[in-house]
């Protein structure tokens, strides 16, 4: 399909203000770059805390979200995408407060530590820790731990779905897994890298920065820090994957969806047409990420049980 018109509005608007790619200039900068950016105006919530949750060798910032003063709320583990280099709990605040205003759960975003400063495991090894902490002790927070799901966009949804490989591992029980464009791959041989790899926000060569950043040589085999390199899936929590049509990562998240299936996972795939990588969390420019939102949060509620 061709982009939708405000997703087309958008990359002219980007094409002229000429900005500098990622590779050009340093990760200070591109935090300095993403920050300004204009981000959507904050829903609303019953209740917004900022907290920390102790892991095992730091305590880890979190903001709790939620739209009720219920005391036994179903929870999502959030984890903020920007390739593991930019945004934070505040960048990424809207979206977590949209996912706790539409769901009804109570809303954990983690503050985990960036690379390059911190490459993996340090990510996803704060992601786990919360999640851990969660399965545990999430009451003291108003949630209930048994009804526990991991979440993310992008890079975050490679935090996601790696935390949910361990969680299987390690024998914790999850509710769902919600992967938005999840970064699965370093490999970057597949169509859509090649389709999509310029001129469409999120480049290939931006990609090839961030993995760099990110995991280290040594590390590019470990599953929880590249999940294509899992060689079982089953066992794994019931998942959503959304993907965008003009995204490099789309092929990566559908074919992650489809090994899913094919190990006996319950999940649905949709693809986004016209939109691309980030559009969910750029409802205030474009419009199709309202329906991935509803779609997003419906699913958490069928998942916890309190749809309909």
């Known amino acids: 399909m061709p982009l ?18 990622l590779g050009d200039g340093t990760p200070a900068e591109a935090r300095d ?18 907290v920390t949750i102790p892991g095992p060798d730091r305590d880890i910032g979190c903001r709790v979200y939620a739209d009720s003063d219920d005391t036994d709320l179903p929870v999502v583990a959030f984890f903020h995408g920007g390739g593991w280099v930019l945004s934070s709990v505040e960048g990424h605040d809207s979206l977590a407060r949209r996912i706790a205003k539409r769901s009804g759960a109570l809303v954990v975003s983690v503050e985990y530590r960036l690379a390059p400063e911190y490459p993996f495991p340090a990510p996803h090894d704060d992601c786990w820790a919360v999640t851990r902490w969660l399965s545990e002790h999430a009451g003291e927070l108003g949630g209930d731990p048994t009804r526990l799901a991991v979440a993310g966009d992008s890079a975050g949804g490679n935090l996601a779905a790696g935390v949910a490989l361990r969680a299987r591992d390690e024998g914790i029980s999850l ?8 970064c699965i791959d370093t490999e970057q041989t597949r169509p859509s890298m090649e389709e999509n790899g310029s001129g469409y ?4 060569a931006d990609m090839d920065w961030f993995w760099d950043h990110y995991v280290p040589p040594e590390h590019r ?15 794994l929590a019931p998942a959503l994957v959304q993907t965008a049509e ?8 559908e074919e992650w969806a ?6 006996g996972v319950d999940v649905d795939m949709t693809r986004y047409d016209g939109v691309v990588h980030g559009f969910v969390s750029r409802w205030h420019q474009m419009a199709a990420a309202e329906g991935a939102h509803d779609e997003a949060c419906t699913a958490l509620r069928q998942a916890y049980g309190t749809e309909g």
């Open 175 to 182: 509710a769902f897994q919600l992967l938005v464009y999840p």
């Open 201 to 204: 926000f999120l480049t290939a």
């Open 33 to 50: 770059n993403y920050d300004s950016a204009p981000k959507p105006d904050p829903d609303p919530l019953a209740r917004v805390e900022d």
């Open 258 to 263: 489809e090994r899913l299936a094919a190990a």
């Open 246 to 253: 003009y995204d490099p990562l789309r092929d990566e998240g």
């Open 4 to 21: 939708d018109d405000d997703v087309a509005e958008v990359l002219r608007a980007l094409d002229a203000l000429g900005a500098p790619a």
């Open 221 to 235: 085999a470990n599953p929880y820090a590249v999940p294509a390199r899992a060689e079982e899936l089953d066992g």
